[in-house]
């Protein structure tokens, strides 16, 4: 083999080799040097129960990565400040929009109370709050009983359908551990006509709650349910009784006729 060839081809082999080399090792080295993009969000700087108004305290910026938008987010802390908290937020969460109540609507329930709707609050107790079970986010049917003064028959009628429950007594959140609790006042998430209507049926008789689960959202038509409706069946009817009838035959008088000599005398008796 002719010595000059073998070392021209070690020679060309070396500088290909050289030149992958270098192409590799600067790859690897902008990978390396390379910082993931991120974005600077505010989070919660501690765990910030729902009704909560924002300190300043309370927020802070972290790092979040550009690859994973949030929608909502905010950048500057001051943004936040003042605004109050409508869901409980951990720490280091970031705080979307979603999470405040908008600047200067209020604190504790208001904030929880959509525009055009209405916070109706409503007396109960065990048997009427499902022995305990109503917890804030709830969803119920109002059941009214009642029982007139003229002498109609009590009956039961569905008022209100798919109500939520903002609140049980004073608890704006149910319990973490989903203990029942007692409670003598149901606040309920309403129109300002259902408002009307369940104000009127408080008053009128008694006021019945009805769990229902909470993705059922449908509507049933509602009859007023009597006592007679109680045995699945029709009102029992009496037995009718006797009357004689108008067109009854009367009794026939009966005739008595008197013969004396010529003259006769002819006498009717009933």
């Not at 300190?55 to 003042?82: C, I, M």
């Not at 499902?130 to 804030?136: D, E, K, R």
């Not at 609140?167 to 998430?189: F, M, S, W």
Request: avoid cysteine.
């Amino acid at each position: 083999m002719n010595p000059r060839r073998l070392i021209l081809a070690l020679a060309v082999a070396l500088v290909l080799s050289g030149a992958a080399t270098f192409v590799i090792s600067h790859k690897l080295g902008a990978r390396t040097d390379a910082k993931p993009t991120t974005q600077r969000v505010v989070a919660a700087a501690q765990a910030i129960e729902s009704g909560a108004v924002l300190r300043p305290q309370d927020l802070k910026l972290v790092d979040w990565p550009a690859s994973l938008p949030l929608k909502g987010q905010f950048v500057k802390t001051e943004d936040l400040v003042g605004r109050s908290v409508i869901y409980p937020v951990a720490q280091g969460q970031p705080i979307l929009i979603d999470y405040v109540a908008a600047a200067g609507s209020g604190i504790g329930l208001t904030i929880k109370i959509p525009e055009g709707m209405r916070a109706t609050s409503v007396r109960s107790d065990e048997i009427v709050g499902v022995a305990g079970f109503l917890y804030p986010g709830s969803h119920v049917d109002v059941l009214v009983t009642l029982r007139p003064e003229s002498g109609t028959k009590p009956s039961t009628q569905i008022v209100l359908q798919d109500v939520e429950v903002l609140t049980a007594g004073q608890n704006i959140e149910p319990d973490p551990q989903g203990k029942p609790q007692t409670v003598n006042v149901v606040t309920l998430l309403l129109t300002p006509q259902d408002s009307q209507k369940i104000v009127l049926a408080a008053s009128q008789g008694s006021v019945q709650f009805v769990l229902r689960n909470g993705s059922d959202h449908g509507q049933v038509k509602a009859y007023p349910i009597q006592l007679a409706s109680l045995g699945g069946g029709e009102p029992i009817q009496k037995a009718p009784s006797y009357h004689p009838s108008v067109h009854s035959e009367k009794p026939q008088p009966y005739v008595v006729e008197t013969i004396m000599g010529d003259k006769r005398m002819t006498s009717r008796f009933e």
